[in-house]
């Protein structure tokens, strides 16, 4: 009668075997390919690698990555955001377009714009899925540039170079949309003189 359990030196050769895989697949698994992907990331992509993080006058002011809230007339705004760009709440209204909450927030938003508010583009209508997104259409930052060139007394024409300056277009040339990084456009504005 054959027996179910394993000769004791059977066993001891089956344990340390797979104490050796364990010790194997720790190192190379759980230590050496974090560390090849963290060394990657930070030789060949080091601005994504530590948050795209913008500068201005020597101290952050921002991640690219991140939409944030701009206020007051010499800067460009960005999308709507159902968190107030509170990282920490993430996401989007996930509102239906037939909610009554949504039309009421366009309609805020169209009258809160002004005279601009009846040819404002859908993602200065909207906020985006995440909440936090850092860009707008190059539509819906040409809809600003004539306030935001008045309210810093420069030309329309200073205004909208910064914006195409600020544009970018589509991913690999046909992912996407163009679009325009706001903080970025924003620090771009800090520079032009009489800068507010």
């Given at each position: 009668?054959?027996?179910?359990?394993?000769?004791?030196s059977?066993?001891?050769?089956?344990?340390?075997?797979?104490?050796?895989?364990?010790?194997?697949?720790t190192l190379?698994?759980?230590?050496?390919?974090?560390?090849?992907?963290?060394?990657?990331?930070r030789?060949?992509?080091?601005?994504?690698?530590?948050g795209s993080?913008?500068?201005?006058?020597?101290?952050?002011?921002?991640?690219?990555?991140l939409?944030?809230?701009?206020t007051?007339?010499?800067?460009?705004?960005?999308?709507?955001?159902?968190?107030?760009?509170?990282?920490?709440t993430?996401?989007?209204?996930?509102?239906?377009?037939?909610?009554?909450?949504?039309?009421?927030?366009?309609?805020?938003?169209?009258?809160?714009?002004?005279?601009?508010?009846?040819?404002?583009?859908?993602?200065?209508?909207?906020s985006?899925?995440?909440?936090?997104?850092?860009?707008?259409?190059?539509?819906?930052?040409?809809?600003?540039?004539a306030?935001?060139?008045a309210?810093?007394?420069?030309?329309?024409?200073?205004?909208?170079?910064?914006?195409?300056?600020?544009?970018?277009?589509?991913?690999?040339?046909?992912?996407?949309?163009p679009?325009?990084?706001?903080?970025?456009?924003?620090?771009?504005l800090?520079?032009?003189?009489?800068?507010?």
């Amino acid at each position: 009668m054959a027996s179910s359990s394993l000769p004791l030196s059977s066993l001891g050769r089956q344990t340390l075997a797979a104490l050796r895989m364990l010790i194997v697949f720790t190192l190379v698994l759980g230590i050496g390919y974090p560390a090849v992907v963290w060394g990657v990331g930070r030789v060949a992509f080091h601005d994504q690698a530590t948050g795209s993080i913008l500068q201005h006058d020597g101290r952050a002011v921002g991640s690219s990555l991140l939409g944030q809230k701009f206020t007051g007339p010499t800067w460009f705004h960005g999308r709507m955001s159902a968190s107030d760009y509170a990282g920490d709440t993430s996401g989007g209204s996930n509102l239906p377009e037939s909610d009554a909450r949504l039309t009421k927030a366009v309609a805020a938003a169209r009258k809160a714009a002004g005279p601009i508010g009846s040819r404002l583009p859908p993602d200065a209508l909207t906020s985006s899925a995440s909440g936090l997104d850092p860009h707008i259409s190059p539509a819906y930052a040409a809809l600003q540039a004539a306030g935001i060139a008045a309210a810093r007394k420069v030309p329309v024409a200073t205004v909208q170079r910064l914006i195409a300056a600020n544009t970018s277009g589509r991913v690999l040339g046909y992912l996407g949309e163009p679009r325009v990084n706001v903080l970025q456009l924003n620090l771009a504005l800090t520079k032009l003189p009489n800068a507010g």
